[in-house]
């Protein structure tokens, strides 16, 4: 099934009324709620995400409110301001013949839309030669509104073009605003149309693109006097924006409740996201400061007491509290039980892997560069230098079957092993191996 908003922009089949907006409202009350709530996301995470998590709050204050956000947007004098007050029936916002006569986003509530939730936000014109910083703006405002209206005054630009296309990806229903109609004729007006719906086809749905006038020119009337001279009058003409309104509150009425908590939704789908990411990354960094520690205690108790290389897989104690801590890292703690049975899966696939094709390698490896002066303290750094390299494979090893939920993946231990040992640099870990533990010894 289409979504409703592919339904809303992508044409085609009429769409059907949505079963009940308020479902959709509740829902993405509970899961904003949820996140704001989940005590498994560490401070730290929640800190570094406070601006998200500060938004978050605002929309599922906004939520519960019932509101819903219209931005309109577009480059600078295209008629935005007009628009809105048009809409709005008042003069709200600036309008101006310079350039740039809006500088902030502002919102105002449109009263006249029943049970009206409803906020018309007016925004700065996207800058085509040097607005960088309003631009961004104009596109962090549309990020909060759950509809948006693109305001044009003529065939699109490519950076009209560019912004339609990137706010279409935001997954926001759009209009599409052909303003000043009144400066076309009718032949003009009509041909405009169909040139914008060809060029925004698959951004907005072709009943979406509509003419309008916010502030029509006002009307030249030459009178001639009774003594014949002529007297020159200017008559207001009244905003001509009838199509649009209907769009919007056709809009608003069948589907504005899932709009709002569509919005919020995405929203919170992106922070979710951004927490999972953050967490992993925290992990990871956790998990990379614990096998380091282990590699350094393994590597010096080796150096310290010296064993045969074929003995250093098997050595188990250290590893066994190595995985177990971290499966504590990973959130998936594991029994003593657990932890040996994962060694002895990944040892068994390190031992064929290393006498099946580079144990001589790794052997010669650990003590290249020693045919010179062999001191037993330099012998027990390359023993111990291949201790820690050992660790860190069994370590990385452990960590992607965490990683990947307790599970080796379909493809199995074997290449799970085999693409670490290929991915991870022998001869630098055993380097830096080699010097970490003469400075201990
Ligand atoms: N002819 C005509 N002029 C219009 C129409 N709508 C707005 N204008 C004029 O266009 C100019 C710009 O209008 P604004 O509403 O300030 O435009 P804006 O998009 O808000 O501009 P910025 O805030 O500078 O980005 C003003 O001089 C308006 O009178 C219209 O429908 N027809
Ligand atoms: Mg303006």
């Known amino acids: 099934m289409r979504h409703w908003w592919q339904r809303l922009r992508g044409g085609g089949a009429p769409a059907a009324p949505v079963a009940d907006g308020s479902v959709h409202h509740a829902q993405a009350s509970a899961s904003l709620r949820a996140l704001l709530d989940d005590r498994q996301i560490p401070a730290a995470v929640r800190n570094s995400l406070s601006a998200e998590f500060a938004r978050l709050e605002s929309m599922l204050a906004k939520l519960e409110r019932e509101e819903l956000h219209i931005a309109v947007f577009g480059r600078v004098s295209v008629g935005k301001s007009a628009l809105a ?21 502002a919102q105002r509530r449109w009263h006249a839309v029943a049970g009206s939730g409803v906020h018309l936000i007016d925004t700065p014109g996207i800058d085509e030669l040097d607005g960088e910083a309003r631009e961004r703006l104009a596109f962090e405002v549309a990020e909060v509104a759950d509809l948006v209206v693109f305001v044009v005054d003529g065939d699109l630009t490519h950076n009209e073009h560019a912004a339609l296309t990137t706010l279409a990806r935001t997954q926001r229903p759009l209009l599409l605003a ?80 899932t709009l709002a908590a569509l919005n919020a939704g995405l929203f919170a789908g992106r922070v979710t ?28 108790a080796v150096a310290l007491n010296p064993i045969p290389v074929a003995d250093l897989l098997a050595a188990g104690a250290l590893d066994a509290a190595l995985v177990m801590h971290l499966g504590r890292v990973y959130g998936l703690p594991l029994t003593r039980r657990e932890a040996g049975a994962l060694l002895a899966v990944i040892s068994a696939q390190l031992v064929a892997l290393m006498s099946a094709i580079w144990g001589v390698h790794l052997a010669a490896a650990a003590f290249k560069g020693l045919s010179a002066g062999l001191s037993t303290l330099v012998t027990a750094g390359a023993q111990g230098a291949l201790a ?3 660790t860190e494979l069994v370590a990385r090893a452990a960590e992607k079957y965490l990683v990947a939920g307790k599970s080796w993946g379909e493809l199995g231990p074997k290449r799970v092993v085999a693409d670490i040992v290929a991915s991870l640099d022998r001869d630098s870990i055993l380097r830096e191996a080699r010097k970490e533990i003469l400075a201990r010894l």
């Open 388 to 390: 820690w390299y050992a």
């Open 273 to 300: 996201d951004a927490v999972g990411a953050r967490i992993a990354q925290a992990r990871r960094e956790l998990a990379d400061r614990v096998i380091r520690q282990y590699c350094i205690a393994k590597a010096v």
């Open 85 to 105: 007050n048009a809409l709005l029936g008042e003069a709200a916002f600036a309008v101006g013949v310079l350039h740039g006569t809006t500088r902030e986003a």
């Open 178 to 257: 052909l303003n000043k109609s009144d400066r076309y004729d009718e032949a003009e007006c009509a041909a405009l149309l169909a040139r914008l719906r060809e060029r925004s086809a698959g951004l907005v749905q072709a009943e979406d693109v509509v003419a309008i006038a916010a502030q029509p020119a006002p009307l030249k009337r030459v009178r001639v006097d009774a003594q014949g001279r002529e007297q020159v009058q200017w008559d207001e003409r009244a905003p001509a924006i009838e199509a649009l309104r209907a769009r919007l509150t056709a809009i608003i009425e069948r589907e504005g409740k």
